[in-house]
């Protein structure tokens, strides 16, 4: 079992910055594929951003990339998702979720085995 908690949420003017962090703990020995969904109201929970097991290689959603950048800290088992130049649209529950059984990033959240509660992410315009 793995419990997995976010941190960092909060509210941000347009433009800002914010980091969210995913502490993962329980059994934790063996390094899964990692990733960030968000879910606004009304809508499908949606990729946001994946990383592999070693870290080099990570997927970002087109909305996000070039803005959005998720890295991970394996020696803490702590996944980041550092957020720039936040939109209003990016406003969402942002949940972490780990991978226990796929090789590399994937990008729909049926093959994720464990998630965190969700950490609410509100930009003001």
Same mark, same amino acid.
């Given at each position: !079992? &793995?419990q ?5 949420g909060?509210? &941000?003017q347009a433009?800002g ?5 995913c502490a993962a703990?329980?059994? @934790? ?5 990692m990733?960030?969904f968000r879910q606004a109201?009304?809508?499908d929970? %949606?990729f946001?951003a994946?990383?592999?097991k070693s870290?080099?290689?990570?997927s970002h *959603?087109?909305? &996000?990339?070039?803005?959005f ?5 394996? *020696?803490k ?8 130049s936040?939109?209003? %649209?990016?406003t *969402?529950?942002y949940?972490?979720a *780990?991978?226990s059984?796929?090789?590399?990033? @994937?990008? @729909?959240?049926?093959t994720y085995?464990y998630w965190?509660q969700?950490? !609410?992410v509100?930009?003001?315009?």
């Amino acid at each position: !079992q &793995v419990q997995l908690v976010e941190s960092g949420g909060g509210l &941000v003017q347009a433009g800002g910055s914010l980091r969210l962090s995913c502490a993962a703990s329980g059994q @934790t020995s063996t390094s899964y594929v990692m990733g960030w969904f968000r879910q606004a109201p009304g809508k499908d929970r %949606e990729f946001v951003a994946g990383i592999s097991k070693s870290g080099y290689i990570r997927s970002h *959603a087109e909305p &996000v990339r070039g803005r959005f950048t998720i890295s991970r800290d394996n *020696a803490k088992n702590t996944v980041f998702l550092q957020m720039n130049s936040l939109k209003p %649209e990016d406003t *969402a529950v942002y949940y972490c979720a *780990a991978d226990s059984k796929s090789l590399g990033v @994937t990008q @729909t959240p049926l093959t994720y085995d464990y998630w965190g509660q969700g950490t !609410q992410v509100t930009v003001s315009s």
